[in-house]
């Protein structure tokens, strides 16, 4: 296992907020995403180093083309990241 999907594996399994309050002692505030946010599933959780990607719609553009474009950015994620 690496050293990403040990880290990963470990905060997976502690609850947000130990993490989150952990950060803030460290004086890294404002780390975890906003609770606005929810899981898709009911009981979803995610852990791993954030990969920042970036798009916007583009109105009028081939459906199909952006889909590829779209699929293709997700293809550089690299393995236990958490596209952002």
């Given at each position: 296992?690496?050293?990403?999907?040990?880290?990963?594996?470990?905060?997976?399994?502690?609850?947000t907020?130990?993490?989150?309050?952990?950060?803030?002692?460290?004086?890294?505030?404002?780390?975890?995403?906003?609770?606005?946010?929810?899981?898709?599933?009911?009981?979803?959780?995610?852990?791993?180093?954030?990969?920042?990607?970036?798009?916007?719609?583009?109105p009028?553009?081939?459906?199909?083309?952006?889909?590829?474009?779209?699929?293709?950015?997700?293809?550089?994620?690299?393995?236990?990241?958490?596209?952002?």
């Open positions: 296992m690496t050293d990403i999907a040990q880290l990963a594996a470990r905060l997976n399994a502690i609850y907020a130990v993490i989150t309050d952990i950060l803030d002692r460290r004086g890294l505030l404002n780390q975890t995403l906003p609770p606005t946010l929810l899981p898709l599933r009911e009981g979803m959780r995610v852990a791993g180093p954030a990969y920042p990607i970036m798009g916007r719609p583009a009028g553009s081939d459906y199909d083309a952006s889909l590829r474009k779209v699929l293709e950015m997700l293809g550089t994620v690299p393995a236990g990241h958490v596209s952002v």
